[in-house]
């Protein structure tokens, strides 16, 4: 999701408010918890999300305790389309 905000900021102009960038980096935050490969990855999908894509994404499930490879993350091992995909 990060990476689909920072492609459109970069795209379209314009910052982040003060409050969300008070949130972190979460690209950067991520890449302990992934893989080189796995990270490079989700970025690479987060880019490639359309508005709408990145929108629905936001607002799909609340998180879950759920794993990717043993990684706590929002869309588990349960979740048939992977991390940062798309429904």
Excluded: K
């Excluded at 706590?72 to 798309?86: I, K, L």
């Amino acid at each position: 999701m990060a990476a689909a905000v920072e492609r459109y900021i970069e795209e379209f102009g314009g910052e982040l408010t003060d409050v969300l960038a008070r949130v972190g980096d979460p690209i950067e935050e991520a890449r302990s918890l992934l893989s080189a490969d796995e990270h490079a990855r989700a970025v690479e999908e987060g880019r490639a999300m359309s508005v709408e894509e990145a929108v629905g994404y936001g607002l799909g499930p609340e998180p879950t305790a759920n794993t990717v490879e043993g990684i706590p993350g929002p869309r588990g091992a349960a979740d048939p389309v992977g991390p940062m995909r798309t429904r």
